[in-house]
């Protein structure tokens, strides 16, 4: 059995409260590889850990740190990223806090490193198309209310114009 650490950078981001933006920048990554370190997806890099503590000032790193054991059943293992070692052909991996609590246990059943691939590609695909949709509904929204801040200011115009017309006509008289 394997042990590594894994960095809850999302909770760490929110107690600190670092814009995922802010921290991309900084670190040189892109926002995407941040939300796939959030989601276990990708490890922390040693860069990253250290952008943590020199510009943002995160002086316990290590308690936002949890140990992740692997139990490689059958020759199934998980890397330092989470992912499936290829060729593996299924048992489990428990992902601890530093009291022991068993916070999350993934299971895997594929009979060949491809199905694992693939479903880890249909995942992400997944991911991706969901964001995108949310991100098009969210756009779809945003100009339906500038569209009708356009028609007020329109209104508003109109109004103060015609007003400027009767103050005109009050001022000739």
Same mark, same amino acid.
């Given at each position: 059995?394997?042990?590594?650490? %894994?960095?809850?950078?999302?909770?760490? %981001?929110?107690?600190?409260?670092?814009?995922?933006?802010?921290?991309?920048? %900084?670190?040189? +990554?892109?926002?995407?590889?941040?939300?796939?370190?959030?989601?276990?997806?990708?490890?922390?890099?040693?860069?990253?850990?250290?952008?943590?503590?020199?510009?943002? =000032?995160?002086?316990?790193?290590?308690?936002?740190?949890?140990?992740?054991?692997? $139990?490689?059943?059958?020759? +199934?293992?998980?890397?330092? =990223?989470?992912?499936?070692?290829?060729?593996?052909?299924?048992?489990?991996?428990?992902?601890?806090?530093?009291?022991?609590?068993?916070?999350?246990?993934?299971?895997?059943?594929?009979?060949? *490193?491809?199905?694992?691939?693939?479903?880890?590609?249909?995942?992400?695909?997944?991911?991706?198309?969901? %964001?995108?949709?949310?991100?098009?509904? $969210?756009?779809?929204?945003?100009?339906?209310?500038?569209?009708?801040?356009?028609?007020?200011?329109?209104?508003?115009?109109?109004?103060?114009? *015609?007003?400027?017309?009767?103050?005109?006509?009050? *001022?000739?008289?």
């Amino acid at each position: 059995m394997a042990t590594i650490k %894994r960095l809850k950078l999302k909770e760490l %981001r929110e107690d600190y409260k670092i814009d995922r933006g802010d921290l991309a920048e %900084r670190a040189g +990554f892109s926002k995407n590889f941040l939300s796939m370190v959030e989601k276990g997806r990708r490890g922390a890099s040693d860069k990253l850990r250290q952008v943590l503590i020199d510009q943002f =000032h995160v002086d316990n790193l290590e308690d936002y740190e949890i140990e992740v054991e692997t $139990d490689d059943v059958n020759g +199934f293992s998980f890397d330092n =990223h989470g992912q499936l070692n290829n060729g593996q052909k299924g048992g489990t991996a428990t992902y601890y806090d530093f009291k022991g609590q068993d916070l999350q246990t993934a299971t895997a059943t594929s009979t060949s *490193s491809k199905p694992a691939t693939l479903d880890v590609m249909t995942s992400v695909v997944n991911d991706y198309l969901n %964001r995108n949709q949310e991100l098009q509904r $969210d756009k779809d929204k945003l100009n339906e209310e500038l569209s009708e801040a356009k028609k007020k200011i329109e209104e508003l115009e109109s109004t103060v114009l *015609s007003l400027q017309n009767k103050l005109d006509r009050l *001022s000739k008289k």
